[in-house]
């Protein structure tokens, strides 16, 4: 079974500060990890994900996140927030790179101030 | 192509009635999804389709839920008797073996 925890659901940062939103999985398999963003009314979209190659991924707008297999985790990192980073993010597990079976976490509510 | 696209993207109905949902996903995609997402929440999964088959359900999808995919292409989701615990953002996802999936904007149900 598959499943993942985001710790904190609302993370608030100052303009240009480091943004860190934390996610740790649990799989019994090889995980493939994603993080998705989404704005109010909106669907969900691709930040990055990791399917196995570099343990570093980098993504969309500057994010990136480390899979460290030994804690579990799946961090989001961005050096410097900017006001249109705040929105809600999502990260995932999935099966396969595909997909298959993607188990979402509660979701983190990113607040930027000026 | 536009990506996935989802209609409507707004549905008010009254307690018991029927709504149906509509998901165009991108063409090249075999796989489809719908997820169900309440506020506050993050999406949880409803039901998986391979071309037309419908290979997993999740228990989610009670009696009153009800997903097709004719011919491997749009897929609808038909709420029977709708209640109010049925209100919530229908969003829909396809994708490839190898590609994640790419999510339509929703359809976010209200039910009055």
Redesign the interface.
């Known amino acids: 079974a598959q499943s993942?925890t985001q710790l904190g659901?609302h993370v608030s940062v100052s303009e240009g500060a480091l943004v860190l939103l934390r996610c740790n999985y649990s799989s019994s398999v090889p995980p493939y990890l994603?993080w998705?963003v989404q704005y109010p009314?909106?669907?969900?979209?691709?930040l990055l994900?990791y399917t196995s190659a570099a343990t570093l991924v980098k993504g969309i707008n500057g994010f990136e996140a480390e899979f460290k297999k030994s804690e579990t985790s799946f961090h989001l990192t961005k050096p410097s927030a900017h006001m249109s980073d705040a929105a809600e993010y999502?990260c995932?597990v999935s099966a396969?790179?595909?997909?298959?079976?993607?188990?979402?976490?509660?979701?983190t509510r990113l607040f930027v101030k000026a | 192509d536009t990506g996935?696209s989802?209609n409507p993207r707004h549905k008010i109905t009254k307690r018991g009635q029927n709504v149906t949902f509509r998901c165009d996903p991108i063409s090249e995609h075999n796989?489809l999804?719908w997820y169900r997402q309440t506020l506050?929440?993050?999406?949880?999964?409803l039901t998986?389709f391979q071309n037309e088959a419908q290979l997993?359900k999740s228990r989610l999808l009670s009696d009153r839920f009800s997903a097709e995919r004719p011919k491997g292409s749009f897929s609808t989701l038909e709420i029977q008797r709708t209640e109010q615990g049925d209100s919530a953002m229908y969003?829909c996802?396809s994708?490839?073996?190898?590609?994640?999936?790419?999510?339509?904007?929703?359809t976010?149900l209200t039910v009055v």
């Open positions: 993942v659901s994603f998705y009314n909106q669907g969900l979209q691709l994900k999502f995932a396969d790179t595909g997909g298959f079976k993607t188990i979402f976490g509660a979701g | 996935v989802q796989r999804y506050g929440q993050g999406p949880e999964f998986y997993e969003l996802a994708g490839n073996a190898n590609t994640e999936a790419f999510f339509g904007q929703g976010r």
